[in-house]
């Protein structure tokens, strides 16, 4: 039986469709970027807080303190270029670096929150 303490245990990204429970990210996004060497445009999944650190956890690594410095509210976005960092839920470790939209302020986001076929994007450089 559905309830409301049972909806709270779904994974991030699962949705509730005319009384049908879909698990996992909603239906398949293609490959959405366009740009290149400059950065890139690219769908991806809204809100989504940006880190200072390429991490989650602070790490010898990362740096001592991991906060959120701004928040990605559209679900169409411009990344300037990609980092390697924590591994994270997408199965590998690229992290897209792109200023936020409440007040433009610069930080990380994991790569399964962009909607990508092969990570890191394609043309986009290296930060």
Known sequence: ?????NLS???????LIAGTLVLGAPAAHADSCSGGSSGMNCGNYAPTALLN???YEPSPSCGTRVFQVD?????Y??????????????????WYYTNGDDSGNYGYIPASRVFTNVDPAPGLPHC
């Open 9 to 15: 245990r779904l994974a991030a990204g699962s949705a």
């Open 53 to 55: 650190h390429s991490c």
């Open 71 to 75: 928040t990605l509210r559209t679900t």
């Open 1 to 5: 039986m559905l309830t409301l303490k």
């Open 77 to 94: 976005s411009w990344f300037k270029c990609y980092v390697h960092g924590e591994k994270h839920s997408g199965g590998n470790d690229v």
